[in-house]
Structures are given as structure tokens and as C-alpha cells.
């Protein structure tokens, strides 16, 4: 998210917040363009030149040029040291970089400027939630809360932290509250039923996918949607949530695995083959978790 000052210093966002699947499985993310607060109107001339370079770094990173944006906000502080909205941006780009150590200093940077910025505290909880700070992440989102209480970003993020953290129940009700504000939001929907399944509610957490996909298709959802029903004991429902997610996208890797276990269980086999055989072909050359090929291997030789 970039910002930029309005006439007033008061913040004024201009964009929509859209929301997006990592899964990591938990970010996205979002790109926004609007104001945030940022204190008394300038009137140095140091200040005057560090808005502009802040406003030259803006520029830079929404076309893409992260390094760019980094270095012209860096002299924004060099002439300006609590330029928040140099701050702010640095924070957002060394985000955007993977300099999470340098994120979060921004980001607290901002904070100490202004206790009360919503977006700062937001950021921030994405930063520790990347870092695995589960304990830190969950602060911030409640900040983030209190301050707006109908943020989405942090309604659905809070949900995954909590029950990554145990609280299951604290998970679920966050984003029921997400989805009492935001009633046609896939995202919400797919994020609660995630937590129903965790919790072991598989008929609410079909539920909650069927909804999400009535907004949205999508492959990932379809995925889980799947996974529910074969926990449930519907192989064929099961089957056909597989079937469609890979329609959607043929490289989903998941989706081939997970159909090919199906498939085993029915005792087709020949099917199950192609389908972990498919799921191999797809694992990246550096896989991000090495044990799927460990895996893949041990059930195609069970299939031999």
C-alpha cells in the first residue's frame, strides 16, 4: 500500500482493497493509493524537498521500481528524519522486497510518530505473522481493530494467527465478525471455513466453501471443498470438487494429489498413478517443502 498526504494531513484512501489467494496459505495482497496521516503541513525547505523525493519514490514503486522507490525515500529521511510518510512507504517497499527486519523498523518508525495509524499497525502485524511472530502479529491486528473495527485485512488475517495459535474459537468468531461486515466476500467465507474444518464442524465448513464459490470460483476453494467431503465420507462429492478445481487450473498441484488419493481409495488405480505421477511432474525443481517428493514416490511404488 502506498500513501500519500491529503491537504488536510488526514487520511483519505482512493482504490479498493481487494483480496487475494498464498496462501501462503494467509496475504495478500493489496495495492492502494491514498492518504494517511501526516502531521503538520510542511514549510521547511528540507521538508519541501523530502516530500518530493517521497513523492518521486511513489511514483517509482507503483510502476514497479521497488530499488528506486527504496533510495528516494531513504533521502526523503535523510533531510527529513520523521517524515512519516517516508516512513510509511519505505516500510511498504522493503516489504515488497522481503527486508522484513527493515519493514518492521519502518513501520515502528511510524508508529512512534503516530500511535494511532491503522494502516502502520496492519503492515506491522504482516510483517511479525511473516517473521513468526504469531503473539506480535495478533497485537497488531487487534490495534488495527480498535482503531477501525471494520478493517477486512485484519478481520481476516486475525482469524488464521489466532487458530495458528491454538485459539480456535477466537479464530472462528473474528471472522464471523468478517462476515457479518462483509457478507459477499469470498475470501471471508473461505477463511471461516478453514477454521470450521480445523475445528472438526465439516458441515459448516462446506458450508462456508459452497458460499464462497456461489461468489467466486476458484481452484483453491474447490480444493478444500473437496477436502471436507472426502472427511465427510463423499468420495464422489469429493471427487467432482477435484475434478473442477483442476478445469480451473490444470497445474494445481494439490488438487492432482488430493484426486489421486481419492481415486486410490476407490481402487482405481491405474487413475490414482497418473494422477501422483501429474503431482510430481508439477513439485518446482527447489520445492518450498521437499517431503511431497519423498511422498509422491512412496505412494507410486505402493501403486506398482
Not at 14 to 30: D, I
Not at 33 to 39: N, R
Not at 182 to 207: C, E, Q, S, T, V
Amino acid at each position: 500500500m502506498i500513501k500519500s498526504p491529503n491537504r488536510n494531513g488526514k487520511p483519505q484512501w482512493a482504490g479498493a482493497m481487494r483480496s487475494l489467494l498464498v496462501v501462503a496459505l494467509f496475504t495478500s495482497f493489496y495495492l492502494q493509493v491514498g492518504g494517511c496521516a501526516g502531521g503538520s503541513p510542511v514549510t521547511t525547505t528540507g521538508g519541501q524537498d523530502a516530500k518530493r523525493y517521497t513523492d518521486r519514490g511513489n511514483e517509482l514503486q507503483k510502476n514497479g521500481d521497488i530499488d528506486g522507490a527504496i533510495s528516494e525515500y531513504k533521502a526523503a529521511l535523510r533531510l527529513d528524519p520523521d517524515h512519516i510518510l517516508a516512513h510509511y512507504n519505505l516500510g511498504n517497499a522493503l516489504q515488497k522486497k522481503g527486508d522484513l527486519e527493515g519493514a518492521n523498523a519502518e513501520f515502528q518508525n511510524v508508529l512512534r510518530l503516530d500511535p494511532n495509524d491503522t494502516d502502520a499497525h496492519y503492515n506491522l502485524g504482516r510483517v511479525l505473522k511473516a517473521k513468526g511472530n504469531l503473539e506480535g502479529a495478533i497485537t497488531e491486528y487487534q490495534s488495527t481493530l480498535r482503531l477501525s473495527p471494520s478493517h477486512l485485512g485484519a478481520h481476516l488475517n486475525l482469524g488464521p494467527a489466532l487458530d495458528a495459535k491454538g485459539d480456535r474459537e477466537g479464530a472462528i468468531e473474528a471472522l464471523q465478525a468478517a462476515v457479518r461486515l462483509y457478507p459477499n466476500h469470498d475470501r471471508a467465507h473461505y477463511n471461516l471455513g478453514r477454521a470450521f474444518m480445523a475445528k472438526g464442524d465439516l458441515d459448516r465448513a462446506i458450508g462456508e466453501f459452497q458460499t464462497a464459490l456461489r461468489l467466486i470460483p476458484s481452484t483453491v476453494v474447490h480444493n478444500e471443498l473437496g477436502n471436507a467431503l472426502r472427511a465427510k465420507g463423499d468420495l464422489e462429492g469429493a471427487t467432482a470438487e477435484f475434478q473442477t478445481a483442476l478445469r480451473l487450473d490444470p497445474s494445481y498441484m494439490l488438487a492432482h494429489y488430493n484426486l489421486g488419493s481419492v481415486y486410490q481409495a476407490q481402487g482405481r488405480r491405474a487413475e490414482a498413478r497418473t494422477e501422483y505421477i501429474e503431482a510430481l511432474r508439477l513439485i518446482p525443481d527447489t520445492p518450498s517443502d521437499p517431503g511431497w517428493i519423498e511422498k509422491l514416490e512412496q505412494l507410486l511404488r505402493e501403486l506398482e
